[in-house]
């Protein structure tokens, strides 16, 4: 069977070198483009893997040349919001399959990448959070709120993570609110610190924490009559995405429209 053509977008960063990294020890993959505006030239593999492989970085404006130029069957993007979005709809238009990474996609993004990939007959993979055991962590607290509704979630992550709370914090409360029957929730009548209690989505209050040190980490703890349950996960090291990133790049290929989330692949 044909090796799955990748190209990495965002590839000189923490995610993106960890991504290459992963593909070039693929034996079904091969990397034919890396994109970013750092080191535009150099050679991927002598940044990420310290061996040269002969792919080098083209700068990002040239996405759709690279796209159009190379015909790769997926493009992966760990970037920034804005930037993620705009190479979405250029992988689209181009044929390609976006598997992205990146956090902080809007509702109304995920809704037009949608439509777009219903005009081009397209497919994308979007997952804020491609740890299994994240994923895992997820299913565990949606089953716990049907039996312990007092919840609230703290998620960690270090002090360079640019979004908060963390996409995996947002979907997490929406599993748990659509699982939950009722959704009680601690009031506060006095905050002597504004936002002391967290954010809210889905009605369940979320602690975000940013500290150097930490890679990306979370809590869901529980409150019942004289228990308490704790469901945690912690990302110790960037490797622990890449099983989920290698599954959805295996995967493109076979699905249809947008995949939102790993548990849909697993
Ligand atoms: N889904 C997950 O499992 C998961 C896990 C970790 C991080 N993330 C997310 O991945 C994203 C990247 O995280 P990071 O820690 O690698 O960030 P980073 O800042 O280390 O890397 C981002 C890279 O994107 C590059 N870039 C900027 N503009 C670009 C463009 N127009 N085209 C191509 N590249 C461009 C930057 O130069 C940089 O090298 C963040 O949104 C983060 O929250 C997701």
């Not at 007092?150 to 599993?175: C, F, M, N, Y």
């Not at 659509?178 to 967290?198: N, W």
Request: charged share 20%.
């Amino acid at each position: 069977m044909d090796k799955i053509q990748v190209v990495v977008s965002g590839a000189c960063g923490r995610m993106g070198q960890e991504v290459v990294r992963m593909v070039l020890a693929q034996s079904d993959m091969q990397l034919v483009g890396a994109i970013d505006p750092m080191s535009v030239g150099a050679d991927i593999g002598a940044i990420a893997s310290k061996e040269p492989v002969g792919v080098s970085i083209t700068p990002p404006p040239e996405m759709a040349q690279t796209l159009s130029a190379l015909k790769p069957d997926v493009m992966v993007d760990f970037t920034t919001p804005a930037v993620a979005m705009e190479n979405i709809r250029t992988a689209l238009k181009a044929g390609v399959i976006p598997v992205v990474g990146t956090t902080g996609i809007s509702e109304s993004d995920l809704v037009e990448v949608k439509s777009l990939c219903e005009q081009t007959q397209g497919a994308a993979i979007i997952a804020p959070n491609f740890a299994i055991g994240a994923v895992l962590l997820m299913k565990f607290a949606a089953e716990a709120a049907r039996h312990m509704p007092h919840v609230e979630i703290i998620e960690l992550h270090h002090d360079r993570k640019l979004d908060a709370p963390s996409g995996t914090a947002i979907k997490t409360a929406q599993w748990i609110a659509d699982s939950r029957g009722e959704s009680p929730q601690a009031k506060t009548s006095e905050e002597k610190v504004p936002g002391v209690r967290g954010g809210e989505a889905y009605g369940i209050h979320i602690h975000s924490i940013r500290l150097p040190g930490l890679v990306a980490h979370q809590e869901v703890i529980f409150g019942g009559l004289g228990q308490i349950l704790t469901l945690r996960h912690d990302s110790i090291d960037r490797q622990s995405f890449m099983p989920g990133v290698a599954l959805a790049i295996r995967k493109a290929r076979s699905v249809k429209g947008l995949v939102y989330g790993l548990e849909h692949l697993l």
